[in-house]
């Protein structure tokens, strides 16, 4: 098992996704990571978009959404606690298209700051989704 790294994937309603991988690649902060076993240890936020997860012995790649969250590696674990988490066959384009457009309406009739930036996150964060289905559809 020296070429298998435990990944799990948690959100605080429940646990997405636990299991053993060849290799992993997700959104740091400050750019993609791909995780392969025996990774430097490591502790980062994560921003919103897909978790690929390739699983021992070649199945099909696992795609899951988080909205951002904490990640932590350690040589033989990656855990991913994620302020939110939807399996990739979950996610619903229709839903996060009208989101987004929610969103964009509500920074363009806005005048408060606050309610600007929470709308321009909620934004980014419905923009990474809709990335993530078009990613799931071309498999």
């Given at each position: 098992?020296?070429?298998?790294?435990?990944?799990?994937?948690?959100?605080?309603?429940?646990?997405?996704?636990?299991?053993?991988?060849?290799?992993?690649?997700?959104?740091?902060?400050?750019?993609e990571?791909g995780?392969?076993?025996?990774?430097?240890?490591?502790?980062?936020r994560?921003?919103?978009?897909?978790?690929?997860?390739?699983?021992?012995?070649?199945?099909?790649?696992?795609?899951?959404?988080?909205?951002?969250?904490?990640?932590?590696?350690?040589?033989?674990?990656?855990?991913?606690?994620?302020?939110?988490?939807?399996?990739?066959?979950?996610?619903?384009?229709?839903?996060?298209?009208?989101?987004?457009?929610?969103?964009?309406?509500?920074?363009?009739?806005?005048?408060?700051?606050?309610?600007?930036?929470?709308?321009?996150?909620e934004?980014?964060?419905?923009?990474a989704?809709?990335?993530?289905?078009?990613?799931?559809?071309?498999?």
């Open positions: 098992m020296a070429n298998t790294i435990h990944v799990d994937v948690v959100s605080a309603e429940q646990s997405i996704y636990s299991g053993e991988a060849e290799f992993v690649v997700l959104p740091g902060e400050a750019g990571l995780i392969y076993p025996q990774h430097t240890p490591l502790i980062t994560i921003k919103p978009g897909s978790v690929r997860i390739k699983p021992v012995g070649g199945g099909e790649e696992e795609l899951i959404f988080v909205a951002g969250g904490v990640l932590e590696v350690q040589p033989k674990a990656i855990t991913v606690l994620a302020d939110t988490a939807i399996r990739g066959h979950d996610l619903d384009e229709a839903k996060a298209a009208e989101a987004m457009r929610l969103a964009e309406e509500a920074m363009r009739n806005s005048q408060d700051k606050v309610e600007i930036a929470t709308m321009q996150a934004y980014a964060m419905m923009a989704q809709l990335a993530a289905i078009r990613k799931l559809r071309k498999r």
